[in-house]
């Protein structure tokens, strides 16, 4: 897992932990590293530090492995293909631009490389990923809060979940029902993310804030819904 103390890591590190997998990481820092490990990880490696893929390697005896979760492919994509097993797969669940690839670095070991993006799961599957996620939770998952702000301080949200360092999720937390955002807005949202606190919709993950205010401008300038 690249990035496995952010918000979308430390979930990805004890899931798999959880289901068997033997968990690496990678962490920027001896307190994200420590999180890792904490969480489920057999190992975390300093992604700042030169020759940590070679140190992956020797930790797989050479096999390198089988799945590669990527939150920043536009760094590290030709990094994953490095220490991807032989037909393994790299999943990019984040990217935060372009950049040059050489496609025989796939080629070199049958790998797949795959993108995904919750709004591509259809109904049935996004009920099925927050099912598992509610029994995660009440079966001792931990979600790991960053930081949290109150909702007049959005803006600094948003400049917090691009900041390196983080160790965990940028939560923006809403004013109490009646306050702030319409009740349907507020079911609508927590449909949407369920996390960082399953069934409660009085905080939100702040990556879904800027849709929830749009549903709410549109309610209250009631422009209709196409």
Same mark, same amino acid.
């Given at each position: 897992?690249?990035? !496995?103390?952010?918000?979308?890591?430390?979930?990805?590190?004890? +899931?798999?932990?959880?289901?068997?997998?033997?968990?690496? $990481?990678?962490?920027?820092?001896?307190?994200?590293? =420590?999180?890792?490990?904490?969480?489920?990880?057999?190992?975390?490696?300093?992604?700042?530090?030169?020759?940590?893929?070679?140190?992956?390697?020797?930790?797989? =005896?050479?096999?390198?492995?089988? %799945?590669?979760?990527?939150?920043?492919? =536009?760094?590290?994509?030709? /990094?994953?293909?490095?220490?991807?097993?032989?037909?393994?797969?790299? %999943?990019?669940?984040?990217?935060? $631009?372009? +950049?040059?690839?050489?496609?025989?670095?796939? #080629? /070199?070991?049958?790998?797949?490389?795959?993108? #995904?993006?919750?709004?591509?799961?259809? &109904?049935?599957?996004?009920?099925?990923?927050?099912?598992?996620?509610?029994?995660?939770?009440?079966?001792?998952?931990?979600?790991?809060?960053?930081?949290?702000? &109150?909702?007049?301080?959005?803006?600094?949200?948003?400049?917090?979940?691009?900041?390196?360092? /983080?160790?965990? /999720?940028?939560?923006?937390? #809403?004013? @109490?029902?009646?306050?702030?955002?319409?009740?349907?807005?507020?079911?609508?949202?927590?449909?949407?993310?369920?996390? &960082?606190?399953?069934?409660?919709?009085?905080?939100? @993950?702040?990556?879904?804030?800027?849709?929830?205010? #749009?549903?709410?401008?549109?309610?209250?300038?009631?422009? &209709?819904? !196409?």
């Amino acid at each position: 897992v690249h990035g !496995a103390s952010g918000g979308v890591g430390t979930l990805a590190v004890q +899931l798999a932990h959880r289901i068997g997998a033997v968990v690496y $990481g990678t962490a920027g820092d001896d307190r994200g590293r =420590q999180l890792v490990e904490r969480l489920g990880a057999r190992r975390a490696f300093d992604h700042h530090a030169e020759g940590y893929l070679d140190e992956m390697l020797a930790a797989t =005896q050479g096999r390198g492995v089988d %799945v590669v979760i990527d939150m920043a492919a =536009q760094a590290n994509l030709m /990094k994953d293909a490095k220490v991807a097993a032989t037909r393994g797969r790299i %999943v990019v669940v984040g990217s935060r $631009g372009s +950049l040059d690839f050489d496609p025989r670095a796939l #080629m /070199k070991a049958d790998l797949d490389v795959r993108g #995904m993006g919750v709004n591509n799961l259809c &109904p049935d599957e996004l009920d099925l990923a927050m099912h598992a996620l509610s029994a995660a939770l009440e079966g001792g998952m931990q979600v790991i809060v960053a930081r949290s702000f &109150p909702l007049e301080e959005a803006a600094d949200a948003h400049r917090a979940v691009a900041e390196r360092g /983080k160790d965990g /999720k940028i939560v923006l937390v #809403m004013g @109490n029902e009646g306050e702030g955002l319409s009740r349907i807005v507020q079911d609508n949202c927590d449909f949407l993310v369920k996390l &960082p606190q399953v069934g409660e919709v009085s905080s939100l @993950n702040v990556a879904q804030a800027s849709t929830a205010c #749009m549903y709410e401008w549109l309610r209250q300038n009631q422009v &209709p819904s !196409a």
